[in-house]
C-alpha cells in the first residue's frame, strides 16, 4: 500500500509539472506571438505612406515666418509711405514703426523660444495648434484693418499701437512654432529634420513670388497689396491648421513619438535631471550649436534689414528694373538659392561620430562673417544718402547679386546640415530638448544680428 501510494504521489507530481511547463510554453507563445503582432504593426507604421509626413512637414514649416516676411514687405509701402506718413512726409510713427522691426520684434520670438525649452507644457499639439491660431487671428485683424481703415493722422496712434502688438504676439507664435516643430522632427527619421529646413526656405519663396505678383500688379495704392498678403497668409494658416491635425494622427508620426517618449520617460523629470540633461546637450553639441549661432547671426546682420537698402547703381536701361529688385534681386534670390541649399544638404549625411568632421563644419561658419562688411561696402542707400560716409566699393549691382545668392546656398546648406546632425549628437533621451536648444541657439543668432545690423547701418550713415 505503501509503495502504490507513493508512485501515485509521483505521478501526480510529474503530471502538475508537466501542466506547468505546457502552460509556460502556451504564455510564451501567446507572448511571442504578441511580439510578432506588435513588430508586424510596427513595420506597416513606420512607413511614410507617400511621403506624406515629409509634404507636410515641408507645408507647416513655410508657415513659421510667412506672416513675418509678409509684414517686412509691407513695412517701407504700406506702413512707412502710406499709414504713417502725411503728404509724403513721415511722421515720428513712421521712424518709430520701421526700429521697432528689428531687435523689438525679435525679443518675444527670442524670449518665447528660450522658455520653450523649459518643460512646461509637453503637449506639442497645443503648443503648435496654439501658436496657429492665435497667429491666425492676428492676421484676420490686420486684414479687416486694411480692408475697412483709411489712414488719417488722427488715427495713426491706435493703428500704431495695435499693429505693433499685433507684431509682437505673431513673433512670440513664431518662437513656440518653430521650437515645437522642431521637437517633433527630431523624434522621427533624419530627414523630416531636413523637411523643416527645406519648408522655411519655402515659405520665403511663396512670399517673394507674392511680392513680384503684387508689384507687377502696380496698385495704386498699397492698400490692396496689404489685403492680398493677409488674406492669403490667414488662408494658408488655416490649411496648415488641418494639415497639423492629420499629421499628429498619422501611425508614423505616433509610433516615432511614443517610441522617443518611451526613452524620454525612463528617468523621472526633476529640476536637476533637466539641467543635468540641458548640460549634457552643451557637452556634447557645443560645435553645432556655435554654428548654428554664427550661421544665423551673420544671416540676420545682412539679411533683410541691411540687404533691402542695396540698390542698383544708376545707369542707363535699368530704371525700368529698379521696383523689381528688392523683390526679386534680394528676396527670391536669396531664398531660391537657400532651398536649394538645403534640398542639397539631404544628400550630406555627417556621422555623429566623426569628431573631426562636426568641428570641421565650424570653419565655413566663422568665415561666413566676412560677408558682412562685403554687403557693407555694396551700393547701400541709407534713408538719406548724401549722409553716408562710408565709400561704395562694389558698384556694379551683379557683385551684390551674386553675393546675395552664395549667402543664401551657404545658409541653406549648412542649416541643413548642421540642424538635423544636433539631435542625433546627443543621446536619444535628449534628442528633443537637443532640438528645442538649436531653435533658441538659432533665434538668438538672429536677435543679436538685428542689433547688429544696427549698428553697421548707423556706422554707414
Not at 223 to 243: D, H, M, Q, R, W
Not at 296 to 321: C, K, N, V
Amino acid at each position: 500500500m505503501s509503495a502504490a501510494s507513493s508512485f501515485s504521489e509521483t505521478t501526480t507530481t510529474t503530471n502538475n509539472e508537466i501542466e506547468l511547463v505546457q502552460e509556460h510554453i502556451t504564455v510564451e507563445n501567446h507572448v511571442f506571438q504578441s511580439e510578432i503582432e506588435l513588430l508586424n504593426e510596427n513595420k506597416l507604421y513606420n512607413k511614410d505612406v507617400f511621403n506624406l509626413v515629409y509634404i507636410a512637414l515641408v507645408i507647416e514649416s513655410a508657415a513659421i515666418f510667412l506672416a513675418w516676411n509678409l509684414l517686412n514687405f509691407l513695412s517701407p509701402t504700406y506702413y512707412f509711405n502710406f499709414w504713417f506718413s502725411s503728404h509724403y512726409i513721415p511722421s515720428d510713427y513712421a521712424t518709430k514703426f520701421m526700429d521697432s522691426l528689428g531687435m523689438d520684434a525679435c525679443s518675444p520670438l527670442f524670449a518665447l523660444s528660450i522658455l520653450c525649452i523649459l518643460p512646461f507644457i509637453n503637449n506639442y499639439l497645443v503648443r503648435l495648434c496654439g501658436s496657429l491660431f492665435v497667429n491666425i487671428i492676428n492676421l484676420m485683424i490686420l486684414f479687416v484693418i486694411s480692408w475697412v481703415r483709411q489712414p488719417s493722422h488722427f488715427e495713426m496712434n491706435w493703428f500704431y499701437n495695435i499693429t505693433f502688438t499685433v507684431m509682437l504676439i505673431m513673433m512670440g507664435c513664431n518662437g513656440v512654432f518653430q521650437s515645437s516643430l522642431l521637437g517633433i522632427a527630431s523624434d522621427l527619421p533624419r530627414k523630416y529634420t531636413s523637411a523643416v529646413v527645406i519648408g522655411t526656405n519655402v515659405g520665403g519663396m511663396i512670399s517673394s513670388f507674392l511680392y513680384i505678383f503684387t508689384t507687377s500688379a502696380n496698385p495704386k495704392t498699397p492698400k490692396p497689396t496689404a489685403e492680398v498678403y493677409y488674406g492669403f497668409a490667414s488662408i494658408y494658416l488655416i490649411i496648415c491648421l488641418n494639415i497639423l491635425i492629420f499629421l499628429w494622427r498619422s501611425d508614423f508620426v505616433r509610433l516615432h513619438v511614443k517610441t522617443a517618449n518611451n526613452i524620454r520617460n525612463e528617468k523621472k523629470l526633476t529640476v536637476g535631471y533637466f539641467l543635468a540633461e540641458l548640460g549634457k546637450v552643451f557637452k556634447d553639441a557645443w560645435s553645432e550649436l556655435l554654428g548654428i549661432f554664427i550661421l544665423f547671426f551673420m544671416m540676420y546682420t545682412i539679411f533683410p534689414t541691411l540687404s533691402i537698402g542695396i540698390q542698383p547703381w544708376p545707369s542707363p536701361g535699368i530704371a525700368h528694373l529698379k521696383k523689381y529688385f528688392i523683390p526679386i534681386g534680394t528676396f527670391l534670390n536669396f531664398y531660391t538659392f537657400a532651398t536649394a541649399g538645403a534640398i542639397a544638404a539631404c544628400f550630406i549625411e555627417i556621422k555623429p561620430s566623426n569628431r573631426i568632421m562636426r568641428l570641421a563644419l565650424l570653419g565655413p561658419c566663422v568665415l561666413s562673417l566676412l560677408l558682412i562688411p562685403y554687403f557693407m561696402y555694396c551700393n547701400f542707400i541709407p534713408n538719406y544718402p548724401e549722409v553716408r560716409k562710408a565709400k561704395v566699393l562694389f558698384k556694379n549691382e551683379w557683385f551684390y547679386f551674386i553675393a546675395n545668392g552664395f549667402m543664401g546656398a551657404f545658409i541653406g546648406l549648412f542649416s541643413g546640415i548642421l540642424l538635423p546632425l544636433l539631435p542625433r549628437c546627443v543621446e536619444p533621451a535628449v534628442s528633443r530638448l537637443a532640438s528645442q536648444v538649436g531653435a533658441a541657439t538659432m533665434i538668438t543668432g538672429l536677435y543679436f544680428g538685428a542689433g547688429m545690423s544696427a549698428a553697421f547701418i548707423s556706422a554707414l550713415e
